[in-house]
């Protein structure tokens, strides 16, 4: 399968600082990549999709502004939580999508887990 | 309602045995796709086994396979053998039409017993 790198992969920071996570596809080239959100013992709650070279699609309920997200080539995403507060403290995931024979397939990273104090 | 439908919040299953996950889905759309990922403790999300909406056959990867039951929207993961290192969170998800955007359902967290 396709291998999707997520960096870093726990993040500890100060209430009102802005953390950036990173998402890469190794082997192939992603023009969609998946920002997730998940509680604990939850399901994934999608964020938004990110299409390469151009603004992210943000789910109803997503504050664009809070959540940043930029995909600037074919294999990096990136999700900045700007001024992050408590309730930001959660698991980030992404997610890559791999077209093939009209499966599209979505690889995911290893995820982020995000304290805010 | 839900369009994607785990009933199963948690199983347990001997070693070496096989077991069944299920999973049921809602749509219109006529073209979809049925994923499984595989969650352990540690967080990554594994895809494990997909099955199109108009693929004749049952899809399976290994100990892995789909019971796609299309008539009664259902799409169960069976895992044979099972081994210790299967324990973790299962989780469904569907792709309506040719978009990429999944939908996941509630998850299964899988324990194996020695």
């Known amino acids: 399968g396709a291998v999707v790198s997520q960096h870093p992969s726990r993040v500890i920071c100060k209430s009102g600082t802005s953390v950036k996570i990173e998402c890469r596809s190794l082997?192939?080239?992603?023009?969609?990549m998946f920002w997730y959100r998940q509680f604990p013992k939850k399901s994934l709650m999608l964020m938004a999709t990110?299409?390469?070279?151009?603004?992210?699609?943000?789910e109803q309920g997503v504050e664009k502004d809070k959540f940043l997200i930029n995909h600037a080539s074919l294999t990096l995403s990136t999700l900045t939580v700007t001024s992050a507060h408590p309730e930001d403290s959660s698991f980030y995931i992404c997610?890559?999508?791999?077209?093939?024979?009209?499966?599209?397939?979505?690889?995911f990273g290893a995820g982020t887990r995000l304290s805010v104090l | 309602a839900q369009k994607i439908t785990q009933t199963q919040p948690g199983m347990f299953v001997q070693e070496k045995e096989a077991v069944t996950l299920d999973c049921t889905y809602d749509?219109?759309?006529?073209?979809?796709?049925l994923f499984w990922y595989k969650q352990p403790s540690s967080g990554e999300m594994i895809f494990l086994i997909y099955?199109?909406?108009?693929?004749?056959q049952n899809a399976t990867e290994g100990r892995y396979s789909l019971n796609f039951q299309k008539a009664r929207k259902s799409a169960n993961l069976v895992i044979s053998a099972s081994q210790l290192g299967d324990s973790a969170m299962y989780f469904c998800?569907?792709?309506?039409?040719?978009?990429?955007?999944?939908?996941f359902g509630q998850g299964t967290e899988l324990s194996v017993k020695p």
């Open positions: 998800a569907m792709r309506e039409g040719i978009g990429g955007k999944l939908i």
């Open positions: 997610s890559a999508l791999w077209r093939e024979a009209g499966k599209n397939i979505q690889y």
């Open positions: 082997d192939f080239q992603a023009t969609t």
């Open positions: 749509t219109s759309d006529p073209s979809y796709g």
């Open positions: 099955q199109g909406s108009y693929d004749q």
């Open positions: 990110s299409n390469e070279g151009s603004k992210a699609t943000y």
